[in-house]
Structure formats: structure tokens, C-alpha cells
């Protein structure tokens, strides 16, 4: 089928929103969908919002961006309409980008979160402007009422939706993300990682994310440090952090510094690192749906995470992971692994169990697929 991939972000490039910006398409192209994109670079914002973005950066210590703001809304509207036929299927992750858009259109919007949820949820958004966080909240409002469906990746995300915007729950549908990387193992090659990962008694912990503070960095350490001191030899493997603390110095941190998905090289990097890692642990103090754990359940990988957000969706406790509260996460989660590495049966059946919630669920086919049959039905 033919349908129009609309984003306010570069779509091309792989780095910009964990590569869900570019990962969207590519879902489409592999189910099969004649897809036209619509970005940034097709629709950016007019002149004096730009320029009231530069302005305002300078002069208050309160944020503004253009993406808050109803104007931009309709002007993306205006470059859509200019450009798609009536009657055809627009995709979005962005509210901004289907709020205006007129109704001979059929928008399906695919989002991590709404606007409440993450005024709520991040400290960031409280820093913006009050002209921002009253557009955010009528763009988000207009959105929800303007698509014919609703797809997002959590119900935290739903329940903001239907509690917060009054979003009819008959047109919601609730998909996770896939697993942002182009070179993924066989089945026998999961299985023979896990294999070898249970053998290894020197525990491997894998935290990736580019935030050190929002992705719970500090509490990370912790835990690599608890599990090395009650006899568990453990190594924490940092992959993309940029803020890290200048004196990280633990003999137990290996830091890979930044892996980029852009080169067959670097998604080889990051595999070989997931394979050979017992758990992803991200101790994450404010997220959506991290695609990090799509990508190590791809290898069979477990995720200890904190259940914030639309993460107690994503990680389903003793099957692909488990999530724990920030208030007790290093006790919790080092009791979890400890116990977990003493029974190897125990582990290597959760890691199996993490690869068939991967395989079934959570990967871009699957997705693909189900929200192919979603649109077919408008």
C-alpha cells in the first residue's frame, strides 16, 4: 500500500532520535509499503520562528523550540496538503505533524508518549516557556482527536491519552519499537551466546545510553560496585554516555566512548558488545520506551530497568527482564542478578525467554505488519 511518512525530524539520519526517525521508513519499506517521506528538510519551520528560537535562546533562561508552537503546526499542515493527494494514509511519531492536517487525510499516529505524560515525567519539559507548554498541550489535544488512529508504545502512553485528552480507546492500539540495528543474530547464533555467557562467570553489564545522569548512570556504578564486593566479578561496559563524571576512574568501567549506528563497523560494535553482555542495565530516571531493550533482547539479552514511564510495558518481570523502583534499585536489582548468576538454569531460561518476547513481539516486522493491517482498515 501506498502511505506518506510525515516527521518533523530528519528522517536520513540514523543518529537523530535513537534512529527511530529512520528505523519508521525503513519498517514501512519492509512491509511491503510504497512509502513517500516528508521531513524536516521538506517543511522547515518559517523564518520568524527560527529566528525567535535564536532570540529567546539568548536574552531568557526559560527554553522555547518551534516545535511547541501552534503556528508550526499548521504550517506543517500547509506543506502536506501541498503535497499528498487526498484520501491518503499518513504515518507520523509527531503530533505536531497530523494535529492541522485535514480530515479528507487518514493520519495514524505511532508515539512513544504525549505531551502530559512527559511534562510530567522529565524535568526538562517544566523548563520550557508557558506560551510552549500551553501549545504542547493543544497541539497534543488536536492530534488525538484529529487521527484515526492512535498506536503507542506503552500503556502509560494510552492511559495519558484516554485519562488526559479524552482519546477514544477504540482507536488506540498499543505497539512497542523494534530493535534499531541492521545486523542482528540467527537463532542459532542467540543460542549459542547465551550458551556462552552462562559458562562465564565474570559478569558482563552493558549500559547504553547517551544521557548519563536521565539514564541513571550513577546508579549503574552502584550496582557493578555492590555485585564486585560481594565476590560477583563484574565489569560495567558504558557505550555512548556523554556527560559522564570527569572522575570515573573504578577499575571495574570499561568506557567504549561513542559507537555510531551510521557504519556496518560500529552495528557490528554494538552486537558483538550486546552478545557477550549478562544484562543491559539501565537504571533510566525518566524514559518512553528506550529501543535499547528491543535491541538486547534481539541477542537474547535480559534488562534490569527502572519502572518508570512506558518501561513496565516494555519489560515484562521475568521475561525479558525486570523493572524495580529507584527508591530500592541497587538492593533489588544486585540481589536479582546475584541470584540469577548462581542458578545458570534460571539465567539462561530468562535469557531465552527475553529472545522469544523479542522475536514475536518485539521486533520490526511484527510491527510492521500489525500496523500495515491497522491502516488497510481505515
Given at each position: 500500500?501506498?502511505?506518506?511518512?510525515?516527521?518533523?525530524?530528519?528522517?536520513?539520519?540514523?543518529?537523530?532520535?535513537?534512529?527511530?526517525?529512520?528505523?519508521?521508513?525503513?519498517?514501512?519499506?519492509?512491509?511491503?509499503?510504497?512509502?513517500?517521506?516528508?521531513?524536516?528538510?521538506?517543511?522547515?519551520?518559517?523564518?520568524?520562528?527560527?529566528?525567535?528560537?535564536?532570540?529567546?535562546?539568548?536574552?531568557?533562561?526559560?527554553?522555547?523550540?518551534?516545535?511547541?508552537?501552534?503556528?508550526?503546526?499548521?504550517?506543517?499542515?500547509?506543506?502536506?496538503?501541498?503535497?499528498?493527494?487526498?484520501?491518503?494514509?499518513?504515518?507520523?511519531?509527531?503530533?505536531?505533524?497530523?494535529?492541522?492536517?485535514?480530515?479528507?487525510?487518514?493520519?495514524?499516529?505511532?508515539?512513544?508518549?504525549?505531551?502530559?505524560?512527559?511534562?510530567?515525567?522529565?524535568?526538562?519539559?517544566?523548563?520550557?516557556?508557558?506560551?510552549?507548554?500551553?501549545?504542547?498541550?493543544?497541539?497534543?489535544?488536536?492530534?488525538?482527536?484529529?487521527?484515526?488512529?492512535?498506536?503507542?508504545t506503552s500503556q502509560w502512553a494510552a492511559s495519558s491519552a484516554i485519562k488526559h485528552y479524552g482519546a477514544d480507546p477504540l482507536k488506540i492500539a498499543i505497539l512497542p519499537f523494534g530493535a534499531n540495528l541492521d545486523q542482528l543474530p540467527t537463532t542459532d547464533e542467540v543460542e549459542k551466546s547465551i550458551e556462552t555467557r552462562a559458562?562465564?562467570?565474570?559478569?558482563?553489564?552493558?549500559?547504553?545510553?547517551?544521557?548519563?545522569?536521565?539514564?541513571?548512570?550513577?546508579?549503574?556504578?552502584?550496582?557493578?560496585?555492590?555485585?564486585?564486593?560481594?565476590?560477583?566479578?563484574?565489569?560495567?561496559?558504558?557505550?555512548?554516555?556523554?556527560?559522564?563524571?570527569?572522575?570515573?576512574?573504578?577499575?571495574?568501567?570499561?568506557?567504549?566512548?561513542?559507537?555510531?549506528?551510521?557504519?556496518?563497523?560500529?552495528?557490528?560494535?554494538?552486537?558483538?558488545?550486546?552478545?557477550?553482555?549478562?544484562?543491559?542495565?539501565?537504571?533510566?530516571?525518566?524514559?518512553?520506551?528506550?529501543?535499547?531493550?528491543?535491541?538486547?533482547?534481539?541477542?537474547?539479552?535480559?534488562?534490569?530497568?527502572?519502572?518508570?514511564?512506558?518501561?513496565?510495558?516494555?519489560?515484562?518481570?521475568?521475561?525479558?527482564?525486570?523493572?524495580?523502583?529507584?527508591?530500592?534499585?541497587?538492593?533489588?536489582?544486585?540481589?536479582?542478578?546475584?541470584?540469577?548468576?548462581?542458578?545458570?538454569?534460571?539465567?539462561?531460561?530468562?535469557?531465552?525467554?527475553?529472545?522469544?518476547?523479542?522475536?514475536?513481539?518485539?521486533?520490526?516486522?511484527?510491527?510492521?505488519?500489525?500496523?500495515?493491517?491497522?491502516?488497510?482498515?481505515?
Amino acid at each position: 500500500m501506498k502511505v506518506v511518512y510525515a516527521t518533523d525530524i530528519n528522517a536520513s539520519n540514523i543518529h537523530s532520535w535513537s534512529g527511530l526517525g529512520w528505523y519508521y521508513r525503513k519498517m514501512l519499506e519492509d512491509a511491503n509499503c510504497e512509502v513517500t517521506t516528508i521531513d524536516k528538510r521538506n517543511m522547515p519551520p518559517p523564518l520568524y520562528y527560527r529566528l525567535k528560537n535564536r532570540v529567546l535562546k539568548k536574552v531568557q533562561s526559560k527554553l522555547y523550540s518551534p516545535h511547541f508552537s501552534v503556528g508550526v503546526s499548521k504550517h506543517y499542515a500547509r506543506c502536506i496538503e501541498e503535497k499528498v493527494a487526498p484520501g491518503s494514509v499518513i504515518l507520523s511519531p509527531n503530533t505536531n505533524v497530523l494535529a492541522y492536517l485535514n480530515k479528507d487525510f487518514k493520519k495514524v499516529l505511532f508515539a512513544d508518549a504525549t505531551f502530559n505524560s512527559l511534562l510530567h515525567l522529565y524535568p526538562k519539559y517544566s523548563e520550557y516557556t508557558a506560551e510552549c507548554i500551553k501549545a504542547g498541550e493543544i497541539i497534543d489535544q488536536q492530534a488525538v482527536s484529529n487521527a484515526d488512529v492512535l498506536i503507542y508504545t506503552s500503556q502509560w502512553a494510552a492511559s495519558s491519552a484516554i485519562k488526559h485528552y479524552g482519546a477514544d480507546p477504540l482507536k488506540i492500539a498499543i505497539l512497542p519499537f523494534g530493535a534499531n540495528l541492521d545486523q542482528l543474530p540467527t537463532t542459532d547464533e542467540v543460542e549459542k551466546s547465551i550458551e556462552t555467557r552462562a559458562q562465564n562467570n565474570h559478569i558482563n553489564l552493558l549500559f547504553l545510553g547517551v544521557d548519563w545522569v536521565r539514564k541513571g548512570g550513577e546508579y549503574a556504578l552502584k550496582v557493578a560496585a555492590r555485585l564486585n564486593s560481594l565476590g560477583f566479578v563484574t565489569t560495567l561496559h558504558i557505550v555512548g554516555a556523554v556527560n559522564l563524571p570527569p572522575n570515573l576512574n573504578e577499575p571495574f568501567i570499561v568506557n567504549h566512548g561513542f559507537i555510531s549506528k551510521a557504519t556496518p563497523e560500529g552495528q557490528q560494535q554494538i552486537g558483538q558488545l550486546l552478545a557477550a553482555s549478562h544484562f543491559l542495565l539501565l537504571p533510566t530516571l525518566a524514559d518512553c520506551t528506550p529501543v535499547a531493550c528491543s535491541e538486547a533482547n534481539a541477542f537474547g539479552v535480559p534488562c534490569i530497568t527502572s519502572n518508570v514511564g512506558g518501561l513496565p510495558s516494555v519489560i515484562e518481570n521475568n521475561c525479558n527482564g525486570h523493572t524495580f523502583s529507584h527508591h530500592h534499585f541497587v538492593e533489588h536489582s544486585v540481589r536479582y542478578i546475584a541470584n540469577l548468576m548462581r542458578v545458570k538454569a534460571d539465567y539462561k531460561a530468562l535469557c531465552y525467554s527475553s529472545y522469544h518476547r523479542y522475536a514475536t513481539e518485539m521486533n520490526w516486522k511484527s510491527v510492521g505488519r500489525k500496523i500495515v493491517g491497522l491502516m488497510e482498515s481505515l
